[in-house]
């Protein structure tokens, strides 16, 4: 196979993300303290301890929620630069790729407003981590597009910028299509842009 996975592996693979996928709606729905594995088990079609063999207990699977979207979230960002030619069209592209995440991941976005918390010392650190990371990628651009800005001017542009970016699970509740609809997309884009050119 092209993948190098056995039948056995793709299989193992395919229910973890199922499970993942799963807790982070839950979570999303109903808190970490309100969901058990139990209940992601039976959203998954399995039993409560069959998910034992693949998180070891909730808080790591919460950790795995956590830690693989700041992982991903650092490595696009850092395709982004490299794949992309020049600092303007770099922010447009990071503003795309953020914004594409909110839209498809707002359960987890919601999960870890709410249950950052809860996750272990381990995990926090290296969410942490990660996330200055991929924080760092968006000064860098910044940085050569306004080099007459300070650092923390730079750095309070980015944050504000995710916090209008991530507030869309709370934003387009009620909005027709959404979170699909291309006109929340446009929205949020163009509003990100202007944020950080004001």
Do not use: C
Request: avoid cysteine.
């Amino acid at each position: 196979m092209a993948s190098g996975l056995t039948d056995r592996e793709r299989a193992k693979a395919d229910r973890q993300a199922a499970l993942l996928q799963e807790a982070s709606r839950l979570f999303a729905e109903r808190g970490f303290s309100g969901a058990s594995l139990e209940d992601v088990g039976a959203a998954v079609g399995v039993s409560g301890p069959a998910v034992y063999r693949h998180f070891a207990n909730k808080q790591a699977l919460l950790g795995a929620i956590l830690v693989r979207v700041s992982e991903r979230l650092r490595a696009g960002g850092e395709r982004v630069v490299k794949t992309v030619p020049g600092a303007p069209e770099q922010l447009t592209a990071l503003i795309r790729f953020h914004v594409d995440f909110a839209l498809t991941d707002a359960d987890v976005i919601r999960v870890q407003d709410r249950d950052l918390a809860s996750l272990s010392e381990d995990d926090r650190h290296r969410v942490r981590r990660l996330q200055r990371e991929y924080v760092e990628v968006w000064i860098a651009v910044l940085r050569r597009l306004h080099p007459g800005r300070s650092e923390q001017e730079l750095r309070v542009r980015a944050h504000a910028v995710f916090g209008l970016i991530n507030s869309t699970p709370h934003s387009v509740r009620g909005v027709r299509g959404a979170p699909g609809e291309p006109a929340v997309r446009a929205i949020l884009q163009e509003m990100a842009a202007a944020a950080l050119s004001a």
